[in-house]
């Protein structure tokens, strides 16, 4: 049996997003910039997508730009707006256990002269809103805070923050790196404070490659790649016609069935974290089950088991998880995002990454588990 458990990393694409993809490469070939019947055609398609995600995100259809993903949407929104800004101020704001789309690009531009405040969290991931509200300044241009953390699931109260933030500087813009959050959690950006936010296609079974990015309407941003004026002079470049309508048909799906979703994904959630808490000793879960954590993420450490050699022992019965960010999976050294919770470097080094998604059944999860505590009980007589 094959067992997926890393769907915070990516999804497997649903088959009404492939067969979209495949359309448009069939059909939809034109470019959209054309003039001819053909080009229009296409552009159409694109136009109506946008409208779609855009009504998903509660946001207006010219305030929703397509990118190559949520990396490229995390930079062209945290680069664009401090230059765009920077002479209103040269301090921005962001947290500790960040993507790193984000976090390096905020070590760049504080190797660039700007200054940066990098937020503690507390134990469980959450950051503290009096700390923020202390650290904001009077020249501070934008604060950078993501939605749901992408290694332990905990989610930042997004609306109480821009609450803090407009209160102490009207001025402040935030961005929201909404990656593991878009269709798992219920938010609309009409009824937040944010300004600018990113998603990404294939965190909700849609392709890689395609993302997208809401900018408040009005909202002074500066691009990064210059051309042709395509996205509405935002992001240059012939669009990825295939990528947009597989997206459209993930989000539409998503959106569709997303209480169901969600309730599936809650339900299994719970049902892994109390199968290994009952199979497995000597295990600590590093997030809850309460609704301020995602309801498709679970961390947690085997103790006296290195979570890369468990990693790969799992691998050969069909058991694919993480053990962090596969962004930054391939990197040495412990999460960064573990080592702000401050936990104690054994359990870092026995952390693994359980992602789940609506595609996975309970009697997946049960030879999961069953896999699981066999190899932890394995690898601890040998370790110890």
Do not use: W
Request: aromatic fraction near 6%; glycine fraction near 8%.
């Amino acid at each position: 049996m094959e067992v997926y458990l890393d769907n915070a990393a990516t999804t497997k694409p649903r088959k009404e997003v492939v067969e979209a993809m495949v359309y448009a490469m069939e059909e939809l070939y034109a470019n959209p910039s054309s003039l001819h019947r053909k080009g229009v055609e296409v552009e159409k398609s694109i136009k109506n997508t946008r409208k779609l995600i855009a009504k998903a995100l509660g946001c207006k259809d010219q305030e929703f730009y397509f990118t190559s993903g949520g990396t490229e949407s995390n930079n062209i929104a945290i680069r664009g707006i401090v230059e765009a800004n920077h002479r209103f101020g040269k301090h921005i704001i962001t947290s500790k256990i960040e993507h790193p789309s984000v976090l390096n690009t905020f070590n760049d531009l504080e190797a660039k002269g700007y200054g940066v405040t990098y937020l503690e969290v507390n134990h469980e991931g959450f950051i503290s809103v009096d700390e923020l509200r202390n650290a904001m300044k009077e020249d501070t241009i934008l604060v950078a805070i993501m939605h749901v953390n992408n290694e332990v699931g905990s989610i930042q109260p997004i609306d109480e923050i821009g609450k803090i933030i407009k209160g102490k500087n009207p001025k402040t813009l935030f961005h929201v790196d909404a990656i593991q959050s878009f269709g798992k959690i219920k938010f609309n950006v009409a009824n937040t404070l944010v300004d600018t936010l990113a998603i990404s296609g294939h965190k909700l079974h849609g392709p890689k490659g395609i993302g997208g990015l809401y900018v408040r309407k009005g909202l002074k941003i500066r691009p990064m790649v210059t051309g042709g004026g395509h996205e509405m002079g935002l992001r240059a470049g012939t669009e990825n016609v295939p990528g947009i309508l597989g997206l459209g048909a993930a989000v539409k799906h998503q959106m569709a069935q997303q209480e169901e979703i969600i309730s599936k994904m809650i339900t299994l959630k719970k049902y892994l974290v109390e199968r290994i808490q009952e199979e497995v000793k000597e295990v600590v879960i590093h997030n809850g089950m309460e609704a301020d954590f995602a309801p498709h993420i679970i961390n947690v450490s085997f103790i006296g088991v290195k979570s890369e050699v468990l990693l790969h022992s799992l691998e050969g019965d069909g058991i694919y998880v993480s053990s962090g960010s596969a962004c930054s999976s391939k990197k040495k050294g412990f999460s960064h995002v573990l080592t702000a919770m401050k936990l104690k470097n054994t359990l870092i080094d026995s952390s693994l990454r359980l992602s789940i998604s609506d595609t996975n059944t309970k009697e997946e999860i049960d030879y999961g588990v069953n896999q699981i505590k066999k190899q932890v009980e394995l690898l601890r007589k040998i370790m110890r």
